[in-house]
C-alpha cells in the first residue's frame, strides 16, 4: 500500500525555522512529481510546492517563495520542506501528497501541523 | 478569496442525488481538463474521488461522478449515504502556475 508519512511539525516563533519530512514507501518515489499542500485550521486547500522526479525542477506559491525549499532524497524515499522566516500565517496543516498527472495528487499523508506563534 | 467559486454547502436525503458546482474562468477550468475532486472528512487527510473531469480512481464508488461544462465542473454524488458527509473540494491544475487552483470547499450534510 501506498504511504506517505510526514514528521517534523511543531511550534515555532515567528521569524524561525522547521523542516518538514515526508516518507514515502508503497511505490517508486523516483518516478513521481511531488507536492506539499497545506491547511489553516478550519479553512481550505492551498498548493504550496513541488518537485520533479530528479528534484531538478521546484515551483513554490508565491506565499512562500524565497523562505519555503522543497528537496527529496531519493535513496531515502523522502519528500522535504525547509522552512524559514516563518510567520504566522503559515499556521497550517501541512500535507505532502504524489503527483497522478498534470498537478494532480492522487495519494496524501495525514498532515503534520506547524503553529507559528509567539 | 479562492480562485475557484463553490457553494459552502449543500444537503439532501439518504438515497438522494446531489451536485456540487465549481466555477472558475476560461483560464483555468474553461481551458484545462485537470480537474479533480477531493473528499475529506474531519481531521483527515484529503481523498481523490475524481481526477481528470470525471474519472474514478480504483476504489471510489461509481456514486460520484465528475462533469464539466465551460468555466464550470461538477460533482454529482447519487444515492447518498451517510459516510458521503464530508467537505468537497475542486481543483483545477495546469502545467504552468499557478499549478493548483482549490475552491474553497462545499461542506455536504446528509440529512
Known amino acids: 500500500d501506498v504511504q506517505l508519512v510526514e514528521s517534523g511539525g511543531g511550534l515555532v516563533q515567528p521569524g524561525g525555522s522547521l523542516r518538514l519530512s515526508c516518507a514515502a514507501s508503497?511505490?517508486?518515489?523516483?518516478?513521481?512529481?511531488m507536492h506539499w499542500f497545506r491547511q489553516a485550521p478550519g479553512e481550505g486547500l492551498v498548493w504550496v510546492s513541488r518537485?520533479?522526479?530528479?528534484?531538478?525542477?521546484?515551483n513554490y506559491a508565491d506565499s512562500v517563495k524565497g523562505r519555503f525549499t522543497i528537496s527529496r532524497d531519493n535513496a531515502k524515499n523522502t519528500l522535504y520542506l525547509q522552512m524559514s522566516s516563518l510567520r504566522a500565517e503559515d499556521t497550517a496543516y501541512y500535507y505532502c501528497?504524489?503527483?497522478?498527472?498534470?498537478?494532480?495528487?492522487?495519494?496524501w499523508g495525514q498532515g503534520t501541523l506547524v503553529t507559528v506563534s509567539s | 478569496q479562492s480562485a475557484l467559486t463553490q457553494p459552502r454547502s449543500v444537503s439532501g436525503s439518504p438515497g438522494q442525488s446531489v451536485t456540487i458546482s465549481c466555477t472558475g474562468t476560461s483560464r483555468d477550468i474553461g481551458t484545462y481538463n485537470y480537474i479533480s475532486w477531493y473528499q475529506q472528512h474531519p481531521g483527515r487527510a484529503p481523498k481523490l474521488m475524481i481526477s481528470d473531469v470525471s474519472k474514478r480512481p480504483s476504489g471510489v464508488p461509481d456514486r460520484f461522478s465528475g462533469s464539466k461544462s465551460g468555466n464550470t465542473a461538477s460533482l454529482t454524488i447519487s444515492g447518498l449515504q451517510a459516510e458521503d458527509e464530508a467537505d468537497y473540494y475542486c481543483?483545477?491544475?495546469?502545467?504552468?502556475?499557478?499549478?493548483?487552483?482549490f475552491g474553497g470547499g462545499t461542506k455536504l450534510t446528509v440529512l
Open positions: 481543483c483545477s491544475c495546469s502545467g504552468s502556475y499557478p499549478f493548483v487552483l
Open positions: 518537485i520533479d522526479k530528479s528534484g531538478t525542477t521546484r
Open positions: 501528497a504524489r503527483d497522478y498527472y498534470y498537478n494532480q495528487a492522487d495519494q
Open positions: 508503497g511505490f517508486t518515489f523516483s518516478g513521481h512529481w
